[in-house]
């Protein structure tokens, strides 16, 4: 039996990937719109309201004006947005949070995907503070680099059209300057974290990829714990998982540097624990495609889930 999906937004950065990684399964029936017909709220109230399961890959706004258009109690939603990924009702979609979570997406007719940062962030810093390991109350500071797809459409025009001067010659840059970013709340709720942490993102001069590192002075943690705990804890917390990865400590150890674009095309996210035991002083990083399992790859691991199949189904 095929499942009847929708992406409502199909035509964005996200939209693209998720309709590139569908539309050779024989098990889904993509619903189309034609390009006058995107913008109308009738036509994608029809839409919505003829599937199985809507992906939303808008705007916030747009996705909870799709989300009201919504009255079929049968058709499930998998929110891209910002929207709803703090909002009660939704369950977050990250299947490797805890081990009950991809049985609650399962059973979800509302399921919010997260954000390509916050994913990464709550994947290191959750299973820290739920161990016991890093206090909720601790100051936590982020850094982050993502290709210059993580900001749509805009952004790969500027840096793609030769034509332009804005960013054709810029290699890197750093934003979100004021200390505010979209996915802070995202971080600071599912981490656990009680206040946000300070987050620094940056874009670089390549189009996919992503390097998000949580340095911690092991020193100011209660009991000063090692190196060995804080890998020990991540390690365990995904010992099952299938897409999210902790590099052996010997194997991180050995790195002469570590590539944002190293997991491009693929759904997994990679973490790493670097460590200076003489200064006590560790780095946890995770590297993903910010468009694989930072967006798209992740819809997809979660509409599989939601429609009862292999969350592995069309995924590398």
């Not at 098990?27 to 034609?34: A, F, H, K, Q, R």
């Not at 009950?100 to 940062?117: D, H, L, M």
């Not at 459409?153 to 030769?162: Q, R, V």
Request: hydrophobic content about 45%.
């Amino acid at each position: 039996m095929t499942a009847r999906i929708f992406i409502d937004g199909e035509v964005g950065t996200t939209g693209l990937q998720i309709r590139a990684r569908l539309a050779e399964r024989a098990d889904i029936e993509l619903v189309s719109l034609g390009e006058a017909e995107r913008k109308d709220a009738g036509a994608r109230a029809e839409a919505l309201n003829s599937v199985d399961l809507a992906i939303l890959c808008l705007p916030d706004d747009a996705a909870r004006e799709a989300v009201s258009l919504v009255e079929n109690p049968d058709t499930r939603i998998i929110d891209a947005s910002t929207a709803h990924r703090t909002a009660e009702g939704w369950t977050y979609g990250f299947p490797e949070y805890m081990a009950a979570q991809p049985g609650a997406i399962r059973a979800s007719k509302r399921v919010s995907n997260p954000g390509c940062y916050a994913l990464t962030s709550v994947a290191m810093l959750h299973p820290l503070i739920a161990a016991g390991l890093l206090p909720a109350g601790h100051a936590v500071t982020l850094n982050a680099v993502s290709g210059y797809s993580g900001g749509g459409k805009g952004l790969i025009a500027a840096f793609e059209d030769t034509e332009s001067d804005d960013y054709t010659e810029v290699p890197f840059f750093a934003y979100s300057l004021n200390l505010e970013h979209k996915h802070l709340p995202e971080i600071t709720r599912w981490s656990g974290l009680q206040r946000p942490p300070l987050f620094v993102p940056s874009v670089g001069r390549f189009a996919q990829g992503m390097i998000v590192q949580a340095p911690l002075q092991l020193w100011d943690l209660p009991g000063a714990p090692a190196a060995v705990d804080i890998h020990a804890a991540l390690a365990v917390h995904y010992s099952d998982c299938r897409f999210v990865t902790v590099a052996g400590l010997e194997e991180s150890e050995g790195l002469a540097r570590l590539e944002p674009e190293s997991l491009n095309g693929t759904n997994t996210l990679s973490l790493h624990v670097f460590a200076n035991a003489g200064r006590e002083q560790a780095l946890i990083a995770g590297v993903l495609d910010n468009l694989g399992k930072g967006a798209s790859g992740q819809a997809v691991q979660n509409m599989n889930l939601m429609l009862g199949l292999d969350e592995g189904t069309g995924l590398v």
